[in-house]
């Protein structure tokens, strides 16, 4: 199955793409699935707008177009927010029938990674190992039964950063990849791989290899692969590359969710 499981529209706030286009999209490029995931971010410094009105959002999903592709109720849910939001964020999501939810993170101590201000003073090692322990505090706080899949664990490598070469490696943060890898992976939740960073790559190899691989040694077997795409162009991108990356790193599965509930697909 050709499937995205990261996909954006008007209804989130950063994009201004109509839903039904990136429906379109995703036909012509021949998937036969894809999970709209907007943004809901509670207290956000960039305001209300970041907070999905999901009521609403569930009804426009019910008028979306599925006679070519089939299409998934999803929600990226933001967890870096503090301890006393979190029964908020799960009341919010527990009032709708999610298909899939991604928990990520956009910010680390209020500092956005596309403000410059998130790098100073640090190594890029150092901008890592805080970001994913971010990732690991806000996820230890959130209801397991209400996440999937952790979202683009490399996300500094897109911002406001000066270095050439903003990859992530596991030797940049080996402590906390391994603690985040290791609550998630019991609990029968994945690691997304994202193709966002892709964009960015210019000449050099594409990233994550070696921490895909720890994940596997450490009991992970299947991920999600999303694209991000805010934009119809971005739909899909590079998932080729993607699947050959996950296979090479002994990745077994990739799954599509319904109802929170994965179904698994071999690699």
Request: charged share 25%.
């Amino acid at each position: 199955m050709r499937c995205d499981y990261h996909v954006h529209s008007s209804i989130s706030a950063d994009s201004q793409t109509d839903p039904d286009k990136q429906i379109k999209r995703a036909a012509l490029l021949g998937l036969e699935e894809i999970c709209f995931t907007e943004h809901l971010e509670l207290h956000f410094y960039k305001g209300d707008a970041w907070h999905v009105d999901l009521r609403n959002y569930c009804e426009q999903f019910k008028r979306f177009d599925q006679s070519q592709v089939k299409v998934k109720f999803g929600v990226e849910a933001g967890v870096a927010i503090a301890p006393e939001y979190f029964p908020e964020l799960e009341a919010e999501l527990n009032s709708v029938s999610c298909d899939f939810v991604i928990a990520s993170v956009h910010t680390v101590n209020g500092i956005d990674p596309f403000n410059p201000k998130f790098y100073e003073g640090k190594t890029i090692s150092q901008v890592f190992k805080d970001y994913i322990s971010s990732i690991l505090k806000g996820v230890r706080q959130l209801s397991p039964g209400l996440f999937s899949s952790v979202g683009h664990i490399d996300f500094p490598s897109k911002g406001a950063h000066t270095v050439k070469d903003a990859r992530l490696f596991y030797s940049y943060a080996p402590d906390e990849i391994d603690a985040l890898f290791q609550y998630i992976i019991p609990l029968g939740k994945c690691v997304e791989i994202n193709t966002a960073s892709y964009r960015h790559l210019g000449s050099l190899d594409i990233p994550g290899g070696d921490w895909l691989r720890r994940y596997v040694e450490l009991g992970g077997e299947f991920v999600t692969f999303g694209s991000d795409a805010h934009i119809t162009e971005h739909i899909g991108y590079r998932f080729d590359d993607a699947v050959e990356l996950a296979r090479r790193a002994g990745v077994k599965y990739y799954a599509t969710y319904h109802q929170m509930v994965p179904t698994f697909h071999k690699l």
